[in-house]
C-alpha cells in the first residue's frame, strides 16, 4: 500500500515537473513577455492568462490590474532585453514603449505559475525620454548578455546572486579602499541607456555634473568613494537568475539620506565637491539592475531608477521593518497630561527643533513605539527631515510663513510653515499627537520646491512636471488671518463647534474637489474664499476654481482633469482660530482629453495638503495647498493603518 502511494506521488512529481518545465521554458517564459506587452498596448488586459488573485504594480504602488498603463501604453521599441529564471518561472525585460505617445523605458516582472498562470506583474515606467530614444537606437542589448554558456562553465544561482549583491555593497557607502576585485577589468555599465565608464568623450554624470566619472572603469569608479552619498541599500532582491546566460535581474531601494555632504569630484584629482542641490533631501531611488557574470568578475550592468517618495519599500518581499524602528526616547520627563494649547504648541516645537540638531529622539518625551511618517512613509525618528531640516519659520514673525494651531480634545499640535533642508526650501504639514505625556504619532508632510535652476535635469530621475510648480519663491509672511483666533462679523462669539464637525466641513470640500463641483461646499460668499496653489493666487473665487469653471489663470489641473479623491486625513482641527490641516491624494490617470502639452500628461497621483481657516459662521475664507506628484495609486501609511486596525 504504502508502496504503491510512494509510486503514485513520484509520478505525481514527474508529471508537475513535466508540466512546469512546459511552461517555464525560456521560450515560454520570453512568450509571456510578448504576450503581456502586446495585451498592454492593446489596452486589453483579458488577452493575458493571468492567476485570480494576480497582483499589479507601476512604480512600487499597487493598481487594480487593467488600470494605470494599461489605458495609455501604445508602441513597444525595438530593444528588449530578457532574463529568464526556468527554475523559478520568473521572467523580465528591459524595453521602451509610449505612454500617451511619449517614449519612456519600461521594465516588467513577470511570475508565472506552473499552471501558465502570471500570479505577479511588477512594472516600471522610467520618464527619461532621451533614454528611451537611446535604446531605440541601440536597438538590441550587446550579443554578450544573450549568450548561452557552456553548462560546464556556469556559476551556480546562489554564486551569481552573491556576486550581484558584491555590487550593491560597494555602493552601500562605498568605501574607496574595498575590495574591488569582483568586477572584470573590462566591466561596463549602461544607466538609462547610457554608457556611464570607460566613456572617453567628456560627458557628465548625473545631477553631479562631473567629466570625469564617466571616463573612469567600473572598479576605478568605487575607489574614488563617489557613490558615499547613498547612505542605504535595501529590498535587494536578485529575483530573476538566467543561469543560461549567467546574468542576474535584480531590484532595489537606494536611500539617500541627506547626511552625506560632499563627494570626491573625481578619482584623479582627489578632491571634493559639495553634493548637488537634488541631494540636498531625502530621497529613494529603485533601480532595476542587471549584471552579467563572467570568469574574470561582473562583466556587464546595466541599470534604470525611478524615484519613489524616502523611505517607499518594495512592492514585493520587502525587508521587514524594524520593530522598534521609531523609538528613540530618552527623557524621563513627561508632558503635562492633558496637554493644553500652550503643552502642545511646547511639543511641536519640541520636534521642529530636534529635528534642526539632528536628534535621533534624544530628550524628546516619545512613546515607546512612537510613529513617524514622511510623505506617507514609516521611517525611523532620526532619519529624513532629522538629518536634512536647517531651519523653520516661527508663527507670528515679521516675514514668517508659519502657522500652529492645536486640538486639544484629540491632543494634537500642528505646524504649518516654509523649512528649508539644505539650499532647499519646502512647506511643511507637521502633525504631533500626545497621548499621557509623551508624543505617540509624529506626522510630516513636506512639499519640496523641485524645479529650481540648473536641477532642472533631474526630473527624469524624479518625475514630470505638474500643472503649476512650487518653485521656491519665497512665499513672504502668511496672511495675518491664519493666526488671529475666530472672528465673526458684528463682535459675535465665533460658533461653539468641535474639531470633529470643522473636520466634517472638510470633507464636503473633498467631495466637491472630487465632484468638481462647489455645490453645498462652505465657502466664503463671492470674492471672500481666496485660494493659493503652491505658492500662486489664481484669478478666480474658490468657488469657480473647485467648479473647474474654464479661463481660469493659472491652471493647476487639480479641478477638471482628476478622478478620485482618496486617503482623506484631517491632521489637526483647530476649533478656536479656526485652522484644518488635512492631505488627500487626488488621482489623475491623465485619461481623459486634457488641455495640457502632451509631456505634462502623465498618469499620478497629487499628494495635497491643505490648510484652511474658517471664519463668521464656519465658512471658509483661505486655502492654501501645496502640491506633490506621487506615482499613480500613492497611499498614505497611515491610511494603510486604518485598513487594518
Ligand atoms: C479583449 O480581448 C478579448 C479576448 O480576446 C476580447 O474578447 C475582447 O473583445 C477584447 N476587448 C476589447 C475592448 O477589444
Ligand atoms: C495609442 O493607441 C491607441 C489605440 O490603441 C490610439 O487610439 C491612440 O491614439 C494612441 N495614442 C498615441 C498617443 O499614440
Ligand atoms: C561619445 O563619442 C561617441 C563616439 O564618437 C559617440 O557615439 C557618443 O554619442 C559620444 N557620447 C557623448 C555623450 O557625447
Ligand atoms: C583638478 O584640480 C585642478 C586644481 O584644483 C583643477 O584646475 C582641475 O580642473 C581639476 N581637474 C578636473 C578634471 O576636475
Ligand atoms: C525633556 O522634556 C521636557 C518636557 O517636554 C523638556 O522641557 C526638556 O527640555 C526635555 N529634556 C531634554 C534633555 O531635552
Ligand atoms: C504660536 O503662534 C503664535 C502666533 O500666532 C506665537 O505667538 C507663538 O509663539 C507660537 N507658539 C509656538 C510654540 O511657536
Ligand atoms: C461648547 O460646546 C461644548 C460641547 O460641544 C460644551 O461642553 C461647552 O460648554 C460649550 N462652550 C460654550 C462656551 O458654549
Ligand atoms: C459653480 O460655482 C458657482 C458659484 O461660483 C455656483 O453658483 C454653481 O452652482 C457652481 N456649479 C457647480 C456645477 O457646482
Ligand atoms: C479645464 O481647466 C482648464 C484650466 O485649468 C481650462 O482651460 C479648460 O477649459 C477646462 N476644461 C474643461 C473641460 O472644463
Redesign the pocket.
Known amino acids: 500500500m504504502t508502496l504503491i502511494y510512494c509510486l503514485f506521488f513520484i509520478a505525481w512529481i514527474w508529471v508537475l515537473r513535466a508540466s512546469a518545465q512546459e511552461t517555464r521554458s525560456r521560450q515560454s517564459l520570453e512568450g509571456a513577455i510578448t504576450t503581456f506587452l502586446t495585451a498592454l498596448t492593446s489596452h486589453n488586459s483579458s488577452l493575458l492568462p493571468v492567476a485570480p488573485d494576480v497582483e499589479y504594480t507601476e512604480n512600487t504602488i499597487s493598481l487594480p490590474f487593467g488600470s494605470g498603463l494599461w489605458q495609455l501604453a501604445n508602441n513597444t521599441g525595438p530593444y528588449r532585453h530578457d532574463f529568464v529564471d526556468v527554475e523559478t518561472g520568473q521572467v523580465a525585460t528591459i524595453t521602451t514603449l509610449e505612454e500617451n505617445g511619449i517614449p519612456v523605458i519600461y521594465v516588467a516582472r513577470l511570475k508565472v505559475e506552473s499552471a501558465g498562470q502570471i500570479s505577479q506583474i511588477e512594472t516600471y515606467i522610467t520618464r527619461d525620454t532621451a533614454g528611451a530614444e537611446r535604446y531605440k537606437k541601440l536597438g538590441s542589448p550587446e550579443p554578450v548578455w544573450l549568450t548561452p554558456v557552456p553548462r560546464g562553465s556556469r556559476l551556480n544561482r546562489g554564486v551569481l546572486a552573491y556576486r550581484a549583491n558584491r555590487y550593491y555593497d560597494a555602493i552601500d557607502l562605498n568605501d574607496p579602499d574595498a575590495d574591488y576585485s569582483f568586477l572584470d577589468p573590462d566591466c561596463s555599465r549602461l544607466e538609462n541607456a547610457l554608457q556611464t565608464t570607460k566613456v572617453s568623450n567628456a560627458t557628465t554624470y548625473g545631477p553631479f555634473k562631473d567629466t570625469d566619472f564617466a571616463s573612469l572603469s567600473c572598479a576605478a569608479q568605487f575607489r574614488t568613494g563617489f557613490y558615499g552619498y547613498i547612505t542605504r541599500i535595501r529590498d535587494r532582491r536578485f529575483i530573476v537568475v538566467d543561469e543560461e546566460r549567467q546574468a542576474v535581474f535584480s531590484f532595489a531601494m537606494l536611500d539617500h539620506d541627506g547626511s552625506v555632504r560632499t563627494v570626491p569630484s573625481n578619482g584623479v584629482n582627489g578632491t571634493a565637491k559639495r553634493i548637488p542641490e537634488y541631494h540636498d533631501v531625502p530621497r529613494s531611488l529603485h533601480v532595476a539592475g542587471a549584471f552579467q557574470v563572467g570568469s574574470k568578475g561582473t562583466y556587464r550592468i546595466e541599470t534604470t531608477k525611478v524615484e519613489v517618495p524616502y523611505g517607499s519599500r518594495a512592492p514585493f518581499d520587502s525587508d521587514p521593518i524594524s520593530a522598534a524602528a521609531g523609538w528613540r526616547g530618552r527623557n524621563d520627563t513627561l508632558l503635562a497630561s492633558p496637554c493644553d494649547r500652550?503643552c502642545l504648541?511646547?511639543a511641536?516645537?519640541q520636534v521642529l527643533k530636534g529635528m534642526v540638531d539632528h536628534k535621533t529622539g534624544e530628550g524628546l518625551p516619545l512613546a515607546r513605539g512612537a510613529e513617524y511618517s514622511e510623505n506617507g512613509r514609516w521611517i525611523d525618528i532620526g532619519d529624513g527631515l532629522w538629518r536634512t531640516l536647517g531651519s523653520f519659520s516661527?508663527?507670528?514673525g515679521v516675514e514668517d510663513y508659519?502657522?500652529?494651531?492645536t486640538d486639544t480634545t484629540t491632543g494634537t499640535g500642528g505646524?504649518w510653515g516654509e523649512v528649508m533642508e539644505f539650499s532647499v526650501p519646502g512647506i511643511l504639514s507637521l502633525r504631533v499627537k500626545v497621548q499621557g505625556g509623551l508624543i505617540s504619532e509624529i506626522e510630516a508632510n513636506i512639499v519640496r520646491s523641485e524645479f529650481r535652476g540648473p536641477s532642472v535635469d533631474t526630473v527624469s530621475l524624479g518625475r514630470p512636471p505638474i500643472p503649476v510648480e512650487y518653485e521656491g519663491v519665497p512665499l513672504g509672511a502668511i496672511d495675518p488671518i491664519?493666526?488671529?483666533a475666530w472672528t465673526t462679523s458684528g463682535g459675535r462669539a465665533p460658533p461653539n463647534l468641535t474639531a470633529e464637525a470643522l473636520g466634517v466641513a472638510v470633507g464636503v470640500y473633498f467631495d466637491g474637489l472630487q465632484l468638481h463641483s462647489s455645490l453645498g461646499v462652505p465657502f466664503a460668499a463671492g470674492s471672500n474664499c481666496v485660494r493659493r496653489d503652491n505658492g500662486l493666487q489664481s484669478n478666480r473665487h474658490c468657488q469657480d476654481q473647485l467648479n473647474g469653471s474654464g479661463g481660469f489663470h493659472p491652471a493647476n489641473g487639480l479641478f477638471n482633469q482628476t478622478t478620485t479623491v482618496r486617503d482623506r486625513r484631517i491632521l489637526v482641527a483647530d476649533p478656536v482660530?479656526g485652522i484644518v490641516t488635512a492631505v488627500a491624494m487626488v488621482d489623475n490617470p491623465a485619461t481623459g482629453s486634457l488641455p495640457l502639452p502632451r509631456e505634462r500628461i502623465v498618469p499620478g497621483t497629487y499628494m495635497v495638503s491643505h490648510i484652511f481657516k474658517f471664519e463668521g459662521s464656519s465658512v471658509i475664507v483661505r486655502i492654501e495647498t501645496f502640491i506633490k506628484w506621487m506615482p499613480l495609486g500613492y497611499k498614505s501609511a497611515w491610511s494603510e493603518l486604518e485598513l487594518t486596525k
Open positions: 500652550s504648541n511646547g511641536v516645537e516661527k508663527p507670528g508659519a502657522v500652529n494651531f505646524y491664519f493666526n488671529k482660530k
